[in-house]
């Protein structure tokens, strides 16, 4: 009689990278960004992803849970520190010298965000038009984050008497954020300047002009 053996099966696992030596996990994130910001959430399928990748779709579930891990995996590495620096400077308003100069400092961090991770501020405008979809993924939006600090501000700078007492601070607070979001998405618009420094700096004026004009 054989006696069974008692070595251990190996359990084949995917490896991280293919036959081309691409890390396969950092290029589905890539891909499923770009396809989550042009088509939406509830368009863009993991068959898809996977198909644009060149993978297969077990594949990319090995690495992910499902699409909803894929979706917020794609977003947190950019959303981790999007904005810090609006946060520290939406702080209690001196002046409307004051803010003036800290709502242009955040018109500039936000039109960075968008030059250096358009694909994923896409995606965080489209959990703003679609609040469906931010119900079923998660609780917070980053840019609804923001936004809602900025009216906080402006309605601090309006009780100090900084702003005009016929104007609504939740109103201007409204039209520098949409305004700014709308600018920032502009491709057209953000290359018609020299550099991105003088992009940037012409953008954040003009916007700033709005809350000044406003609060007048």
Known sequence: MKQRSTKKRTVGRPKKEDSSGRDLKVETLKVATELFSLRGYFATTVQQIAKAVGTSESLVLYHFKGKEDLYLSCLKAAESTAFELSYRVLTEPDSLADVLAKLKIVADDVLCFFEMHIHEATMLVRELRNPALQEQC???????????????????????????????????????????????????????????????????????????????
């Open 138 to 216: 998660r609780d917070e939006n980053a840019l609804k984050k923001l936004g809602d600090n900025i009216n906080t501000f402006l309605k601090k700078a309006s009780k100090e008497g900084f702003l005009g007492n016929h104007v609504d601070p939740s109103w201007i607070g409204l039209s520098f954020f949409t305004t700014l979001i709308s600018v920032a998405r502009d491709q057209d618009l953000m290359s018609c300047f020299i550099t991105k420094n003088e992009r940037r700096e012409a953008i954040a004026a003009r916007l700033v002009q709005i809350v000044k004009v406003c609060g007048a």
